[in-house]
């Protein structure tokens, strides 16, 4: 299969408006607002800056998501340091995934979130928090 990770920032308006409406169908809601609330937030989002939103499409579906806020007071609809569904993502997705928010990281100077999510991505290779392949989206 083939799926595709996307930065907002490069995303067409189609493809953001469609992909607002369609993050309920993959469990994700916001703290507060609508889908108008976060456009609003994510539309201010700039290249090597936090927060970064990036959305994953198998076709036209989407079916994963890693927000990375980097503020855990800074946006009220985002009340998280970082957000995703990499845990219910083949490890094909969840690998580059997880290597998009080491780097973001990294680029803060935050050595420990970023050694934290190495450990992370270590235990779901090794299949601790992730789900097995047959149950991913």
């Known amino acids: ?15 953001k408006i469609n ?8 469990g994700f809601y916001p703290a507060y607002g609508t889908e108008l ?8 989002s700039v290249v090597n800056k936090m ?9 036209e579906q989407l079916i994963g998501y890693l927000f990375i806020i980097g503020d855990t007071q800074k946006y009220r609809p985002f009340p998280w ?3 995703s569904n990499v845990d219910e ?3 094909r997705i969840t690998r580059p995934l ?15 979130m ?8 270590i235990d779901y290779e090794h299949g601790v928090g992730q789900r097995p392949e047959n149950l991913c989206r």
């Open 89 to 91: 993502l083949p490890m």
């Open 114 to 121: 970023a050694d934290y999510l190495r450990r992370q991505l």
């Open 19 to 26: 992909a607002l409406k369609n993050l309920k169908n993959i």
């Open 1 to 15: 299969m083939e799926e595709i990770i996307l930065n907002y920032i490069d995303m067409s308006e189609e493809q």
């Open 51 to 59: 927060p970064q939103f990036y959305f994953v499409f198998r076709k």
């Open 98 to 112: 997880m290597k998009i928010h080491i780097k973001a990281w990294e680029k803060m100077n935050d050595a420990t």
């Open 37 to 44: 609330t976060m456009k609003k937030i994510m539309d201010k």
């Open 81 to 83: 340091l970082a957000i």
